[in-house]
């Protein structure tokens, strides 16, 4: 049967999600623990491949198991291997045709930053330090100019060509973009937070759209500035990415539902 699974996981311990020999990630992690409960090999697939040190709490992954497996049980004892940085927070049986990347119509992220002088020690893994304030409403203002469909070359690592040596494309759609206030709930610091939503991302998008966005939040860039970085359509145009820990994958959409975290 095929499987769904949603994954949360504490990105700090990892060199990313996907299998890489040699280094611990997220995936080589569940493939083992998945494959030692149900006696099969486990390669699963995953909605978003997340970098070293990135974060998720609505992670998606498919993979297929035996008819007869119990789904719960499977879960309970995956999580007594990985946690306590990556938790199986439900497992269900999908469609045959069911794949967690193909099968998605959307994906969100959010970032965190700790804007203010001193650090905080409950967020140095889940938020970016910025030792000064930053204006929030240049910072929306840039954010506009992202929604709808544009070529992110400029905010993007430029991926391997295909093999019939075409580039490949870096044309994205982001449906939703904004910036707010939150209180983190164990130190109560006053944090900076942006959500996007893109039917697709690419290689460290997020991270440099926040790099670029922190330039005008510090002043360093006008808020205008984005609509002539997209046209440039190169790397070099926009800001350096922002640190990995501020970041976590939320959430995936697929037909009629969405992947909301527990």
């Known amino acids: 049967m095929r499987v769904r699974g949603t994954v949360a996981y504490d990105g700090s311990p990892f060199h990313g999600f996907a299998v890489n020999d040699g280094v611990s990630t997220v995936a080589g992690l ?3 623990a998945l494959s030692r409960v149900l006696g099969t090999e486990v390669v699963l697939t995953c909605a978003g491949r997340t970098d070293r040190g990135v974060h998720a709490v609505g992670q998606v992954v498919s993979f ?5 497996a119990s789904l719960e049980d499977v879960r309970r004892s995956v999580n007594r291997q990985c946690r306590p940085s990556v938790v199986l927070t439900a497992l269900e049986r999908a469609a045959d045709d069911f794949d967690a990347r193909f099968s998605a ?4 992220y959010r970032y965190r930053i700790l804007d203010r002088p001193d650090p905080d020690p409950f967020n140095a893994l889940r938020a970016w330090h910025v030792s000064g304030p930053l ?3 240049a910072m929306q203002l840039a954010t506009a100019d992202l929604v709808g469909e544009h070529d992110f070359s400029s905010f993007c690592r430029r991926p391997t060509p295909r093999p019939d040596g075409t580039p490949a494309g870096l044309v994205r759609r982001v449906t939703a973009a904004s910036w707010r206030r939150v209180t983190d709930g164990l130190s109560g610091a006053d944090l900076l937070e942006f959500e996007v ?3 697709a991302f690419c290689h460290q998008m997020v991270r440099s759209v926040v790099g670029t966005l922190v330039a005008v939040g510090r002043g360093h860039l006008a808020a205008d500035a984005l609509p ?3 046209a440039a359509r190169n790397r070099q145009a926009a800001g350096d990415p922002a640190p990995p820990e501020g970041l976590t994958f939320w959430s995936v959409d697929y037909p009629g539902a969405t ?3 527990p």
């Open 30 to 32: 569940l493939n083992g």
């Open 64 to 68: 297929d198991a035996p008819d007869d």
């Open 105 to 108: 119509t959307g994906r969100t």
């Open 135 to 137: 204006d929030i409403d």
């Open 197 to 199: 939503s893109a039917t």
């Open 228 to 230: 002539s970085i997209l």
């Open 259 to 261: 992947s909301d975290p």
